[in-house]
């Protein structure tokens, strides 16, 4: 890939997804296999998934973008100071306009370098690349195209004095055993001067939250239904899979005692789908539900001492107080 396909001077790293680990087509053979069946998530966010959840993000009532933007302006150059990183590492980068902020920060204070990008979705971060290259034409741009299970691995060894951003709720959306794999990786590819931040969803009111996740479901720009519906075009464009979108009915549920948002999809009809690459077939009953999407909100002290089972250390957290709202700063 030339630079320029990528904005200038950035380096393009294309890792693809481990076939062989739970980062690739066995983590989706596995969560279909599951009852009820789940789509991990990740599977939504090909380019037109991503820009569907930007536009999402963008929803008045959808609260977490807003929370997590007030939150970086005012501490984040705290959060650059106590971490002194040379270098931001993009944990999931998308668009990286949340972490153009951080960025700012780090030039504020003289310490920005390098910016290191990954993400399973191309084109948003190409696009990224050209915009922060043009505000910071010597910093050290490099894409990494690969999910967790390959980029992490990748970076272990490749630099220190680093921060490792996850944004957004990206932590939320991994299940128990999935934030087990990824924090052990994590703390693998971690050196002595590292440090990471970690944004994630509090446990906020119950009405605010159906409020935020019911957004974008219906009107006349349903959004939501559109992301929703996305995930299973996606498996038919790129694994022949033969899902007919007219017969899927998406919805989005608070289940309060879990503490789960689950972007579920229910099937119309009794009716059977094909996926050839991964030589699968599944029955639907009607009414039958699946998941594409299990967001998880945390205690503030639960998510600290899961960190901490893992052996990171929170040197200093922040709160949005109106909807609750965390970003930790671990080494």
């Given amino acids: 890939m030339s630079p320029e396909a990528a ?81 931001l590492v993009d944990l999931g980068a998308g668009s990286a306009e949340k972490s153009e902020i951080l960025l ?41 195209h690969g999910d967790f299970a390959t980029a992490l691995p990748w970076l272990r060894g490749r630099g220190t004095g680093r921060l490792m951003a996850m944004l957004g709720s990206t932590f939320g959306c991994l299940t128990p055993p999935e934030r087990s794999s990824f924090l052990r990786a994590l703390r693998a590819c971690c050196g002595p001067h590292d440090h990471i931040l970690l944004c994630a969803d509090l446990f906020e009111p119950v009405d605010t939250v159906r409020r935020a996740y019911r957004a974008g479901c219906t009107g006349e720009r349903p959004v939501r239904r559109l992301f929703a519906l996305n995930t299973l075009a996606h498996l038919n464009r790129e694994y022949g899979a033969d899902f007919d ?47 594409h999407d299990v967001l998880h909100k945390f205690e503030l002290n639960e998510l600290v001492s899961e960190l901490e089972t893992f052996g990171f250390r929170c040197r200093q957290h922040w709160v949005e107080e109106e909807f609750q709202y965390a970003a930790l700063l671990l080494d």
């Fill in 7 to 87: 904005g200038a001077g950035a380096v393009e790293v294309v890792l693809g997804p481990d076939r062989s680990s739970a980062g690739g087509d066995d983590e989706l053979r596995a969560g279909l296999a599951e009852n009820p069946r789940r789509i991990p998530h990740r599977y939504g966010y090909d380019a037109e998934g991503s820009r569907l959840f930007e536009e999402i993000s963008r929803l008045p009532a959808y609260y977490p973008p807003r929370a997590e933007r007030k939150l970086l302006r005012e501490h984040g150059r705290d959060m650059v100071r106590l971490s002194a990183a040379t270098e």
């Fill in 104 to 144: 700012a920060a780090m030039d504020a204070g003289g310490l920005l370098r390098a910016y290191t990008g990954i993400d399973v979705s191309v084109q948003p971060m190409r696009e990224a690349a050209r915009r922060l290259g043009a505000r910071w034409p010597t910093v050290r741009i490099t894409l990494v």
């Fill in 245 to 291: 979108l007219a017969h899927f009915e998406p919805d989005v549920v608070y289940d309060v005692p879990l503490r789960q948002v689950r972007g579920e999809i229910r099937s119309t009809r009794k009716q059977r789908v094909t996926i050839p690459r991964l030589g699968t077939t599944l029955d639907f009953a009607e009414d039958e539900t699946f998941f």
